[in-house]
């Protein structure tokens, strides 16, 4: 099994340096655009559907003065947009959507199709068409999701008041077993005792955002909630703190 491994990877790299040699005209400005990224992602099933926005993002710059094709595979599973506030911004390579999404739907864009592809490069190239398919979150999923919310926003803030008042090595015990994990309770107590005490006594704090997600990069799946405080303290008029509650194995 190695040896056909190996076999089958040779000859790719074979052909695609042929292929190389026989077109030396091929070039990142010479191919079409292609679609880099998406927000929402390709392939989501819980989209908030109070998102407002969707953006797509090319791989080079594109043309940016009505040039888009934003395609309907059929109108019950295109979104209600506002066509006159489609926008590029400043990048050049991200073109905003705005819509008016409906709770547990799915949603199907072509985002340059056959008979339509306006997206394009500075060079007149048209963008490699791109299939964008999404579900919006269900009502009942919405309720839960806020109840979540809730929930986190108060153990964070409860968490934070432990910090503000110096409880150190109780902010690491009431902490999730991954986090504890992660980093000792004197290398924790070290770091945050550092990071805090020059700020000074908290005046202000007031929720920011409040994120509901089931997966962050570097952690296990599971359920999160992301939160941005703003904050004020005696020696920093403005600060901003991020606290991400996680379900634990114990329920809490």
Request: aromatic share 8%; glycine share 4%.
């Amino acid at each position: 099994m190695k040896k056909l491994a190996v076999f089958i990877l040779t000859t790719t790299l074979a052909v695609s340096a042929g292929i190389a040699r026989d077109n030396p005209g091929i070039s990142v400005e010479s191919m079409p655009p292609s679609v880099v990224s998406t927000s929402p992602e390709a392939g989501e099933t819980a989209v908030d559907p109070s998102l407002t926005e969707i953006r797509v993002t090319f791989s080079k710059d594109m043309m940016t003065e009505n040039m888009w094709s934003w395609c309907s595979q059929s109108p019950e599973t295109f979104p209600e947009i506002e066509s006159k506030g489609i926008h590029y911004l400043d990048d050049k390579r991200t073109c905003v959507l705005p819509v008016k999404l409906m709770p547990g739907k799915t949603y199907v864009i072509w985002i340059n199709c056959e008979k339509y592809n306006n997206f394009r490069d500075t060079k007149n190239n048209p963008a490699v068409p791109y299939l964008l398919v999404f579900e919006t979150a269900s009502e009942v999923l919405l309720s839960s999701r806020n109840a979540a919310e809730k929930a986190a926003v108060s153990a964070a803030t409860a968490w934070l008041a432990l910090v503000d008042e110096g409880a150190y090595v109780k902010s690491w015990e009431e902490a999730a077993r991954y986090f504890k994990n992660s980093v000792t309770r004197d290398r924790w107590v070290q770091a945050i005792k550092a990071a805090r005490e020059p700020l000074g006594k908290n005046l202000s704090r007031r929720v920011l955002s409040s994120t509901y997600r089931t997966s962050l990069p570097g952690a296990p799946d599971g359920e999160y909630v992301l939160i941005r405080f703003e904050s004020s303290f005696e020696n920093k008029n403005s600060a901003t703190e991020t606290v991400t509650p996680m379900m634990d194995e114990d329920g809490q």
